[in-house]
């Protein structure tokens, strides 16, 4: 099962297994804002899993706290979703998860029906709501591409790999945020990796925020990639044609400079 050996690749102490179904009335009680949100709970989940509870007593990271509130566990959550859940959906529901737990979520979920075999892991930096005691705000959501692990790629073994515990770096153990944001940079890692075929898991920290960075410049210039090229496959005029042309070249030099910054784990 995909799901189960994304969960196993954590390679996790036993103290800290769960292996608890969550029922799914609780989700629609506790991470459902609005009706429609019910009837996706309802329509989508198949399964929902806690794992894991990664603490100081279970794993032996110390608690962290901060601006952002005060972390005293991690939650390894999965989510079996019903064969015919759709992408936009698959995702809303991955949002509701997060939200709806009050610790950061290590979520592996199940693809939606585009990828039946795929699974894929989702984190989310959150903190505690100032307005409405008990509830968490999202801030960025961080997820792998949806994949098969039973045929994973070399960079994808290679990430599962670094998810282990005792393949973490020492800076991701000094307490449990640190921790969060290891896995965080793994999972940019692999974003990474799908650009450049190489799985750096050495780039962290800064390194790993300035990918984050170039990701999303990438992405940023392959939507307006795309959006020149429609414009060039409608254009008449022959000016009109070199001027796209030339703003295409343009845009594929960008995308090659900002390959080589994803290149080097020193970028």
Not at 138 to 163: I, R
């Amino acid at each position: 099962m995909s799901v189960q050996a994304l969960i196993e690749a954590f390679r996790l102490p036993p103290q800290a297994l769960v292996a608890h179904r969550i029922p799914k009335k609780m989700l629609v009680e506790q991470g459902a804002p609005t009706a429609a949100d019910k009837r996706l709970i309802n329509d989508t989940v198949d399964e929902l899993w806690w794992h894991a509870a990664l603490k100081p007593g279970t794993i032996g990271v110390p608690a962290s706290s901060g601006p952002e509130g005060e972390v005293i566990e991690l939650a390894l959550i999965s989510v079996q979703l019903k064969p015919d859940s759709r992408d936009a959906r698959a995702q809303r529901l991955r949002q509701l998860i997060h939200r709806a737990i009050p610790y950061p979520v290590l979520l592996v979920a199940s693809a939606s029906a585009s990828n039946p075999g795929g699974v894929l892991l989702s984190l989310a930096g959150k903190r505690a709501s100032l307005g409405e005691a008990g509830k968490w705000v999202l801030a960025e959501t961080t997820e792998t591409h949806a994949f098969d692990p039973a045929h994973a790629t070399a960079a994808e073994g290679q990430f599962m790999s670094s998810l282990a515990l005792d393949q973490m770096p020492r800076s991701a153990l000094l307490d449990l945020s640190a921790l969060y944001q290891g896995y965080t940079d793994r999972v940019t890692a692999l974003a990474v990796a799908q650009v450049t075929g190489q799985f750096l898991a050495a780039a962290i920290g800064a390194t790993a925020s300035a990918h984050r960075q170039a990701l999303a410049d990438r992405q940023q210039v392959l939507q307006q990639l795309s959006a020149v090229r429609n414009a060039a496959a409608k254009a008449r005029q022959m000016n009109q044609r070199v001027a796209l042309n030339l703003q295409i070249q343009r845009l594929q030099g960008d995308l090659q400079a900002i390959a080589g910054q994803l290149q080097s784990p020193n970028s």
